[in-house]
Nanobody, 124 residues
Framework: QVQLVESGGGLVQAGGSLRLSCAASGRTFGSYAMGWFRQAPGKEREFVAAISWTGSIYYADSVKGRFTSSRDNAKNTVYLQMNSLKPEDTAVYYC??????????????????WGQGTQVTVSS
């Protein structure tokens, strides 16, 4: 069982930055892939970034070059550094954990554990 708690969301102006953190319980954190997903009002939840247990990182095209994901296995924490934020980045951001093939890292159905979400609002 893995429990995830996100933090770091908030209100920021366009062009600004935020860093989200996701703290995980459990002693096997290093064996899990960690994903970031977001859901904007009226839209379906979508993939943002994922980092495999080996450290490979994947990004959605919409955030490439602006967002950076990293993990610290010693702290059981994964991060999402978000720069050059745009109003269209406004959403509830969720972190998720799972054990899957690399080909499924962007598929939210492959993740077994989810955090409660943190709101990110980008004003224009």
């Amino acid at each position: 069982q893995v429990q995830l708690v996100e933090s770091g969301g908030g209100l920021v102006q366009a062009g600004g930055s935020l860093r989200l953190s996701c703290a995980a319980s459990g002693r096997t954190f290093g064996s899990y892939a960690m994903g970031w997903f977001r859901q904007a009002p009226g839209k379906e939840r979508e993939f943002v970034a994922a980092i495999s247990w080996t450290g490979s990182i994947y990004y959605a095209d919409s955030v490439k070059g602006r967002f950076t994901s990293s993990r610290d296995n010693a702290k059981n924490t994964v991060y999402l550094q978000m720069n050059s934020l745009k109003p269209e980045d406004t959403a509830v951001y969720y972190c998720a954990a799972g054990q899957m093939r690399a080909s499924s890292l962007t598929d939210q159905r492959a993740y077994n554990y989810w955090g409660q979400g943190t709101q990110v609002t980008v004003s224009s």
